[in-house]
């Protein structure tokens, strides 16, 4: 089972948004909206085996949490 990890969406002065790793420096990615943020940040969330995500406000607190589950990967049986 991988283990969980935890992505931030939050608010750059510039008025874009960030979708971050937990304790990293810089950002995975930059956003002109939120919306886009946070999509990024679930999938790449989905691709790491799952996590949770925490969304900031424009004024940086924290205004969701989401858990998000790990992508299911298909099994092919051979015949």
């Known amino acids: 089972m ?3 990890t935890a992505r931030f969406v939050s ?3 510039d008025g874009s ?3 971050k790793a937990a304790n990293a420096s810089r ?3 930059v956003h002109e909206t939120q ?3 946070v999509e990024a940040a679930k999938t790449t969330l989905r691709n ?6 925490s969304i900031q406000a424009s ?4 205004r969701e949490k989401v858990s ?5 990967h298909a099994r092919v049986l051979n015949q």
């Open 2 to 4: 991988a283990r969980a």
């Open 11 to 13: 608010p750059r002065e």
């Open 17 to 19: 948004w960030d979708n």
């Open 27 to 29: 950002a995975s990615s």
């Open 35 to 37: 919306a886009d943020a």
């Open 48 to 53: 790491q085996g799952g996590g949770e995500l």
């Open 59 to 62: 004024n940086g607190q924290v």
């Open 68 to 72: 998000v589950p790990g992508k299911q």
